[in-house]
């Protein structure tokens, strides 16, 4: 079973990255079967900064949705509360270990609701004069064809040196359900599926907590969901399954707005 992390992409100068406690660690579906699986997935490398809130967490990813906000999966961190096993890097620019860790308040570290699979964590300084990605909070936009991106492991079993990119379709909850497996138990309220029927391109180990995204009317990147898991990596009838940000924008922006220090910022 792939667990909560997913497609490869590398480092380039337009990601952060961010070292957790256990970067290797990954949850898995309550009654989940199946091994993990290494094979990733069809996907192309990002032209340099294409998608600078992109994230990188040494085992995670994230995107930055404030100057010194950082949100990824909840299964990526261990647990809330202040920390220095952070160390956050944007592009090639090191940042300070972040000085604490919101995780969804129904989240459970050992096998709860991953309809609630998301955290935030905030970085000891802000990250000046780069775009910010906005969170999706139009549930008309949940369909359609999404971007996803990441620096997790490749068709050869290692960790993308470079961002990946690629593409997948809207995959609704009746037929992510009827997949069988972990799939049954879907959430339905929290959870959004996307993939080919047949395979092929997919997130996978390392990409967890990286952001799925789609272009808005205005022609501007959204964030629809956040990798979370999956039976397997691309394997025909077993879609990525992504925490469903519309569902939770509203308390997202309340916490990363506390955790921002209270100001909203202009986005880009």
């Known amino acids: 079973m792939r667990i909560l992390s997913k497609l490869a992409v590398a480092l380039i100068a337009s990601a952060v990255t961010v070292s957790l406690a256990a970067p290797t660690a990954q949850a898995s579906r309550p009654d989940g079967n199946g091994d993990p699986h290494v094979n990733v997935i069809g996907g192309t490398p990002a032209d340099k900064g ?13 995107s930055l949705i404030r100057p010194n906000v950082v949100l990824t999966a909840g299964h990526c961190v261990d647990s809330t509360g202040p920390t220095t096993d952070w160390n956050a890097q944007l592009g090639m620019v090191d940042r300070e270990d972040p000085e604490k860790i919101e995780v969804a308040s129904t989240y459970q570290h050992d096998g709860g609701d991953i309809g609630t699979d998301w955290a935030l964590i905030q970085l000891a300084e802000p990250v000046a004069d780069v775009p910010l990605l906005t969170l999706n909070e139009d549930p008309a936009l949940d369909e359609g064809t999404f971007t996803i991106m990441g620096w997790g492991t490749t068709e050869q079993g290692d960790l993308s040196q470079v961002l990946l990119e690629a593409e997948v379709p809207f995959v609704d909850d009746e037929t992510c359900i009827a997949s069988g497996g972990s799939y049954a138990d879907l959430v339905p309220e929290g959870e959004i599926c996307a993939g080919f029927a047949e395979g092929g391109i997919d997130t996978c180990q390392g990409d967890s907590g990286g952001p799925m995204v789609i272009k808005n009317e205005a022609d501007e990147w959204v964030q629809i969901g956040i990798v979370s898991w999956g039976e397997g990596c691309a394997e025909p009838n077993k879609p990525g399954v992504y925490a469903q940000v519309s569902n939770f924008a509203a308390e997202i922006n309340a916490k990363a707005d506390e955790l921002a220090g209270g100001e909203t910022p202009e986005r880009r």
């Open 50 to 62: 294409e998608y600078p809130w992109a994230v990188w967490l040494d085992g995670c990813g994230g």
